[in-house]
């Protein structure tokens, strides 16, 4: 199965679209920082395939970008890869232009967060304490908190949502408000690139739109670049303005949800016969019938 | 609530209260532990082979013809011999004062340090591997202390005089090992556990093998005094050997509370926020090791220490190394002095005489069976 999307054209298709869209490319054009990442072919030591080989993926400055696929199409060791957090056989990853190799892991933290598919924290950490964390790249060894690290965190803790829970212990949490102190540490950490793996699956689904809405909020406020993979191709098409459809280490497709989402993509990638209603007004709408026999 | 965002000169409840890492139980642990200190140092200054009233024994302690004397300080924390024993020692110092500034005081000094030097030790061991179960001794450091020791007494009997920096030597070189078999382009915390388990294993079986080659009892003793752990005997000398090492690691400790707690969150959050992780883990592996090995070298290897008296502290004051490094620092000499008076004075309580038991025996018998009820009370023992 190969990708038939050009995807170093693709970037510059689709500029102008809705209205909403074009408000965010004015702050795209300002001081938002696009992700790039070239040839890439990445490798685990267990194997001798490369597990993920694609040609350029970009997350346009100042959009939200879902990276979706089936298990195992690579999609977050692509975003790993995009993280710096994997060093890749071969090709590059540009944050505006600029090697991420060549960035101090600091200066790299102060540009581009990553938050993992599963983290675990002591119990007795509190909210504010996790957040506090997220300004680690911004002091130095012997440093001492700034009115700066404050306003970061407060702000950070208000934008997730988690100010009532501010001085509760981590294991007095539930699932979906421990992931929303996990966002508010990563908004602390106030970079201009956000990439999340998998941050809804497990959640129920208050607190997968609530994750998702503060992520939308993030990045209409601040411009701020996301990448995110998402399990549900649905809530991909929902709220991302690119859709990245991975299948067996390759993109497959790259485009606006409404034009990556279709039938035969669901049937060719995801091995799901399903109907779409591309006309939905919160993106398409997936109707899943039944799985394909491989 | 993004509606809320955007007021930053707003008060809110608490926002004082960020990165402010003190609070009550931590004040409380210190102040606590530091009565505990005066206490026991009481006791152990008071009763022993030669008895005095607590009275006596406070005069002693605060005998103005010691404290007073520059002098006396200089012989006692700079050496070079043991301090004014007979003609050195200054007119009119009665021979109260005399044993209890030569023999009791330094021996209580030196359990402080070794306290707190062990239990700082084994918090940043399990920060580093993130397992609870993890401390110098589990991480290699002992046994290569012990073979270093046993070699030094049983092959090279004429090099005692270096035992002290051979055991750290032989503590650091048994780390790098346990580190270096652990490492696979990384490493990891159960692989650090678990290669620190095989060269464990590997160093005591060569441990046992050379108690074979020991000429004479005295060896045997001695040898067996070093590998279980002893405060016996230890003066000013001693205290002059851990004095710096303690105090440097100490304070690398308290300025690393935070990348520790960074180290907590786990090796991919801590690299995703600009932490280069295996350095940092080195690093602070290095001042462990720096602790662990100052106190093998004037105590030898006192077992469960650096094991259980983190996980006192972090069930009062919590995770945060924050206070977490300052709870051992205090907690530390606190349960190390108590352990001593009971090492010191447990058979001439029970009137078996002057004999004393190797204080590792002590945190041995009480720290086994005081981890394991730790364990049956938490669900899930290993993570911290």
């Known amino acids: 199965m190969s990708g038939h999307g050009d995807f170093a054209g693709a970037s510059s298709g689709h500029e102008n679209d809705s209205g909403a869209r074009t408000e965010r490319d004015v702050v795209a054009d300002g001081d938002a920082t696009e992700l790039l990442s070239e040839d890439l072919a990445i490798s685990y030591p267990a194997t001798d395939e490369p597990i993920v080989e694609c040609e350029t993926v970009v997350l346009p400055a100042g959009e939200i970008t879902a990276i979706v696929g089936p298990n195992g199409s690579g999609k977050s060791t692509l975003l790993k890869a995009m993280a710096h957090q994997l060093s890749p056989d071969s090709g590059q990853v540009l944050l505006d232009g600029e090697r991420v190799q060549s960035f101090g892991s600091k200066r790299l933290a102060r540009e581009l967060g990553l938050l993992s598919q599963e983290n675990d924290s002591p119990g007795t950490f509190t909210v504010e304490d996790l957040a506090y964390h997220g300004r680690y790249p911004h002091r130095g060894f012997f440093d001492s908190l700034s009115a700066e690290d404050h306003e970061a965190v407060d702000r950070a803790i208000d934008l997730a949502g988690v100010e009532h829970l501010r001085d509760t212990e981590m294991a007095n949490l539930s699932g979906g408000q421990k992931q929303l102190a996990w966002i508010a540490m990563i908004l602390a950490q106030d970079t201009d690139v956000l990439l999340l793996d998998e941050p809804t699956t497990f959640l129920d689904l208050h607190h997968q739109l609530r994750v998702m809405e503060v992520v939308r909020t993030l990045n209409d406020e601040a411009g701020v670049t996301v990448g995110i993979v998402l399990h549900d191709v649905g809530q991909a098409a929902r709220f991302a303005d690119n859709i990245v459809a991975m299948s067996d280490g390759e993109p497959y497709d790259w485009g606006p949800p409404v034009d990556v989402v279709t039938e035969d993509l669901l049937r060719a990638v995801f091995q799901v016969e399903a109907s779409v209603d591309a006309e939905g007004d919160t993106g398409p709408h997936i109707a899943p019938h039944h799985a394909i026999d491989e | ?384």
């Open chain 2, 1 to 384: 609530m993004a509606g809320e965002a955007g007021h930053p000169g707003e008060t809110r409840p608490g926002s004082e209260y960020g990165g402010r890492w003190y609070d009550r139980r931590l004040f409380g642990l210190c102040l606590g532990s530091l009565l505990v200190v005066v206490a026991g140092a009481l006791v152990q200054v008071r009763y022993g082979s030669f008895d005095m009233t607590l009275g006596q024994a406070w005069s002693a302690v605060f005998a103005p013809e010691v404290i007073l004397d520059g002098q006396a300080w200089r012989a006692m924390l700079l050496g070079p011999d043991v301090p004014y024993l007979g003609a050195e020692f200054p007119e009119g110092v009665g021979r109260r004062p005399l044993i209890v500034w030569t023999i009791r005081m330094p021996r209580v000094f030196v359990g402080v340090l070794v306290g707190m030097s062990l239990a700082v030790s084994g918090a940043i061991f399990q920060a580093v591997t993130r397992n609870e179960l993890a401390s110098p001794f589990v991480l290699g450091v002992s046994s290569g202390a012990g073979l270093a020791i046993l070699l030094t007494l049983v092959l090279f009997s004429s090099l005692t005089a270096f035992l002290p920096l051979f055991a750290a030597v032989g503590g650091a070189v048994a780390f790098v090992l346990v580190y270096a078999i652990a490492w696979k382009g990384g490493t990891s915390p159960v692989r650090l556990v678990l290669a620190g388990v095989v060269v464990n294993m590997v160093f005591q079986s060569l441990q046992r093998g050379l108690f074979f080659f020991a000429d004479d009892l005295g060896i045997v003793r001695s040898a067996l005094s070093w590998i279980t752990g002893s405060l016996t005997g230890v003066e000013w000398p001693e205290f002059r050997i851990i004095a710096i090492p303690t105090i440097v690691a100490m304070i690398l400790a308290l300025a690393g509370a935070r990348q520790l707690n960074v180290l907590l969150l786990g090796s991919e959050t801590a690299k995703s926020l600009g932490m280069r992780v295996e350095r940092m883990r080195f690093l602070l592996s290095g001042v462990a090791i720096l602790a662990a090995t100052a106190s093998v070298a004037v105590a030898g290897i006192i077992g469960f220490f650096g094991l259980v008296v983190p996980h006192v502290v972090r069930l009062v004051v919590g995770s945060d190394y924050r206070r977490l490094v300052v709870g051992c620092l205090f907690a530390g000499p606190a349960l190390m002095v108590v352990a001593d008076v009971g090492a010191r004075l447990f058979l001439l309580a029970i009137g078996q005489g002057p004999a004393q038991i190797p204080v590792g025996v002590v945190t041995g018998v009480v720290g086994g069976p005081y981890f394991l009820y730790l364990m049956r009370r938490k669900q899930n023992v290993g993570d911290i």
